[in-house]
């Protein structure tokens, strides 16, 4: 159970404790199943008050498995105005912005890519999350990395 992350419904950290959940779900169809009985019991905060002020048969229905409990959540946090900014964000994340004065192009590529992936869910041609993490990278990389040979960001 405490591999599973914990979660205080925060929605600035929605993203990377979903991307962690996932990774964890994705070892197999057992482990999947069973997120769905321990990802409340890692509910803290706003998040644990809001999960145990659903109604039984809801609660019962989420604890089913993960794919359950996070499309519960998401139709709660994740709302139109939750994707709106979070696209916002992610669309004008920069290489070493404010806040990130000492960050490593590893570090920006992965924070922004994580967050187009999260407020997008896949509605981005294969394309298009490159041509987003370049826009906020220095031009220098633009001659280094040529991002027109690349099809995926997990080329580049």
């Given at each position: 159970?405490?591999?599973?992350?914990?979660?205080?419904?925060?929605?600035?950290?929605?993203?990377?404790?979903?991307?962690?959940?996932?990774?964890?779900?994705?070892?197999?169809?057992?482990?999947?199943?069973?997120?769905?009985?321990?990802?409340?019991?890692?509910?803290?905060?706003?998040?644990?008050?809001?999960?145990?002020?659903?109604?039984?048969?809801?609660?019962?229905?989420?604890?089913?498995?993960?794919?359950?409990?996070?499309?519960?959540?998401?139709?709660?946090?994740?709302?139109?105005?939750?994707?709106?900014?979070?696209?916002?964000?992610?669309?004008?994340?920069?290489?070493?912005?404010?806040?990130?004065?000492?960050?490593?192009?590893?570090?920006?590529?992965?924070?922004?890519?994580?967050?187009?992936?999260?407020?997008?869910?896949?509605?981005?041609?294969?394309g298009e999350p490159i041509t987003e993490i370049m826009s906020g990278a220095p031009r220098v990389w633009h001659m280094i990395l040529t991002p027109r040979l690349y099809k995926t960001t997990?080329?580049?």
């Amino acid at each position: 159970m405490e591999v599973v992350p914990t979660w205080d419904g925060d929605t600035s950290t929605l993203a990377r404790w979903i991307i962690r959940i996932n990774s964890i779900a994705k070892k197999s169809a057992t482990i999947r199943q069973q997120l769905g009985t321990v990802v409340p019991q890692r509910l803290t905060g706003d998040a644990e008050i809001w999960y145990f002020s659903l109604p039984d048969e809801v609660r019962e229905e989420c604890e089913q498995d993960w794919e359950n409990i996070r499309d519960e959540i998401g139709a709660y946090y994740m709302n139109r105005t939750w994707a709106e900014k979070t696209r916002k964000q992610a669309l004008a994340i920069r290489y070493r912005e404010s806040g990130h004065p000492r960050e490593l192009p590893s570090q920006y590529f992965i924070r922004k890519r994580e967050l187009l992936e999260l407020a997008y869910e896949g509605h981005y041609s294969q394309g298009e999350p490159i041509t987003e993490i370049m826009s906020g990278a220095p031009r220098v990389w633009h001659m280094i990395l040529t991002p027109r040979l690349y099809k995926t960001t997990a080329e580049l």
